[in-house]
């Protein structure tokens, strides 16, 4: 893919970009599949799941730099000056059209970009993310809250250049770290959710909960998930690391409970309104689906009794050993590993001799990058 940033060295972000896409998916599925080989002989691959290889990032995270009267809205370089890519070909239309207007709004704010070389300003990130429906949730990660009344002042000029900017918030991340964002949030809209409608199913995303990356390709994961649920036809249902529910919305059926896990709250509560919204709508599939907040390995080792079949998408991180071993020793029939790191994949796999891989699937969420999520079927031997 051709790429100007890329071919002028200001960003090196997408490290296999002169590698042709098929041959980057050919490559990511053999690293996989080699990694699980040892673990799981004769594991069936299914057909990898291609991306768009363009304009598939439905989320933007971009670091503001440079001045207030000409920010940059991109990526930091080796010195920390700010490399603008608003025009990065990852974004699709919905995103590259609101970077210019979300420049121009620093500028008649005064949001004074962050500095990291001199740990000076307010304004670190604009995150951005876009609906399938078109819709914007807009966040502002500041310093501190000195500009969130200039803010708050000039938010109606920007609703007027961005008709679909329905959420907008404002993280504070005062500390000089590498972390993309604070604990503090404030939502300066009416609206606090983004729906995200994925398979028909509303996924309605609150400003500090995760969403995959790439949502056409997360909504064949969550296809494929049904798919193998359906297969196995489980009496019960866990969703581990649910964030707002993809995977447990998708696998509820009438007289099946269903659970999902999750820390954040607020992913949570998003996940609750959408179970309500569908009872409310008739659908007696959600009869029996509730989602809790707590630690997912916690929540799990203090169940009497596992689920029939367990869906599990934890971080890149992985499950780790303690949760790993439990669902080795548990009564689950079947459990559906959905993950972003092929190394901790392949680790907890190790920790579960008593489950058999039997089908995988690449989900290129990913392209240009050497990273891929990977879902595999276990079943209990
Ligand atoms: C890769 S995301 C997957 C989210 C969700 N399954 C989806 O399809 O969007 C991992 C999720 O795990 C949550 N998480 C992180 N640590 C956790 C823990 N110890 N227990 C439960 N959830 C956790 C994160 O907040 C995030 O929502």
């Known amino acids: 893919m051709f790429c100007e940033y890329y071919d002028s060295g200001r960003c090196g972000s997408c490290t296999i970009i002169e590698t042709p896409y098929p041959q980057q998916l050919a490559h990511k599925q053999a690293r996989v599949a080699a990694l ?30 440079g001045t207030i009267d000409a920010p940059t809205i991109g990526i930091l370089d080796a010195q920390g000056e700010g490399q603008d890519l608003r025009e990065c070909p990852l974004y699709p239309a919905g995103l590259a ?39 914007l949730m807009v966040r502002w990660v500041l310093r501190s809250t000195e500009a969130l009344a200039r803010i708050r002042k000039h938010l109606p000029w920007l609703m007027e250049q961005l008709p679909r900017l329905t959420v907008a918030s404002v ?15 404030t939502v300066l809209t009416d609206r606090e959710t983004l729906t995200m409608t994925v ?9 500090q909960s995760f969403f995959q990356t790439n949502t ?20 019960s249902l866990w969703d581990l690391y649910c964030g707002v529910g993809g995977f447990a919305l998708h696998g509820a059926a009438p007289g099946r409970p269903v659970t999902g896990v999750e820390t954040s709250a607020q992913a949570v509560a998003s996940a609750r309104r959408t179970r309500d919204d569908r009872l409310a709508g008739g659908d007696s599939a959600m009869e ?3 989602f809790v907040t707590d630690d997912a390995v916690a929540w799990a080792v203090r169940q009497a009794d ?32 959905s ?4 190394d901790t994949l392949a680790r907890d796999m190790a920790w579960m001799p008593s489950l058999t891989a039997r089908e995988a699937r690449l989900f290129d969420m990913f392209p240009h990058t050497t990273h891929g999520e990977a879902a595999v079927v276990l079943q209990r031997r």
Request: glycine residues 6%.
């Open 97 to 135: 059209a609101a970077f210019p207007h979300l420049a121009t709004f620093v500028t008649l704010a005064r949001l004074e970009p962050y500095s990291v070389p001199h740990r000076r300003g307010e304004l670190k990130h604009v995150l951005v993310t876009l609906a399938p429906n078109g819709d």
């Open 288 to 290: 029996q689906v509730s």
């Open 306 to 337: 596992a689920a029939q079949a367990i869906v599990v998408n934890p971080p890149r991180r992985g499950l780790g050993e303690e949760l790993s071993r439990w669902l080795d020793g548990s009564g689950a029939s079947t459990v559906i590993y």
């Open 36 to 65: 699980l080989e040892p673990l799981a002989p004769g594991l069936t691959w299914l057909p990898s799941v291609a991306s768009r290889p363009t304009e598939f990032r439905t989320k933007a995270k971009m670091v503001v730099a």
């Open 171 to 185: 993280n504070v991340q005062a500390e000089h770290k590498a972390i993309l964002e604070g604990d503090t949030e």
């Open 339 to 342: 993950s972003c790191n092929p």
């Open 199 to 207: 398979n028909g199913v509303d996924l309605h995303l609150r400003p």
């Open 216 to 235: 056409d390709v997360a909504a064949s994961l969550y296809r494929q998930a049904s798919t193998w649920i359906d297969e196995a036809a489980p009496a």
